[in-house]
């Protein structure tokens, strides 16, 4: 039986770039208990963030990682705040929040000041995303708690670079703390 009729994608062949990311991404891995994020990789590579960024594209579209994997790295994205936001209290660390602003029962806003009510995310870097751009909204996210702020549609590129510099920021007031 092919893979394709197990229901599973094809693996294509990888260039050797792509092979040493890859086995990178494994030893980082292996080490930690999670993967590097695409700033962490792209040091480990010395490469670009943008090449490090495009090499693991192509590795999760060729079937060598999953897109699963980012979950290791604490990434919620809240679909709705009013049924997500009581199943993410729950979690027990959660390392960003992409935050779509317009929502259909409870606003981006609001689901954020919840968040941040809460001490387990005083520090959880989020990240306010909306379509409909409002003279007021980016000052109304950041005095929700909001890091960044982005327009939809957003360049992934740029989405890419916002949440690993907040990772890494995080990762860095982690680090002071336990100093």
Do not use: W
């Amino acid at each position: 039986m092919s893979q394709r009729q197990r229901g599973r994608r094809p693996v294509q062949e990888i260039t050797e770039p792509q092979r040493r990311t890859l086995k990178e991404i494994r030893l980082f891995t292996n080490r930690r208990g999670f993967p590097p994020t695409m700033k962490e990789l792209a040091d480990i590579l010395g490469i670009s963030h943008a090449s490090a960024h495009g090499q693991v594209s192509q590795l999760v579209r060729k079937g060598y990682l999953k897109r699963e994997e980012r979950k290791a790295r604490g990434i919620v994205i809240l679909r709705d705040p009013e049924d997500d936001v009581p199943d993410l209290v729950a979690v027990p660390i959660v390392g960003l929040v992409l935050m779509d602003v317009q929502m259909p029962r409870l606003n981006g806003i609001e689901a954020m000041q919840r968040l941040r009510a809460d001490p387990a995310f005083a520090h959880t870097p989020m990240v306010a995303l909306t379509a409909l751009a409002m003279p007021d909204d980016e000052r109304r996210c950041r005095e929700a708690g909001a890091d960044a702020y982005l327009n939809k549609p957003v360049e992934m590129q740029k989405l890419a670079g916002t949440i690993d510099t907040l990772l890494a920021k995080a990762a860095d007031r982690k680090k002071e703390i336990r100093s």
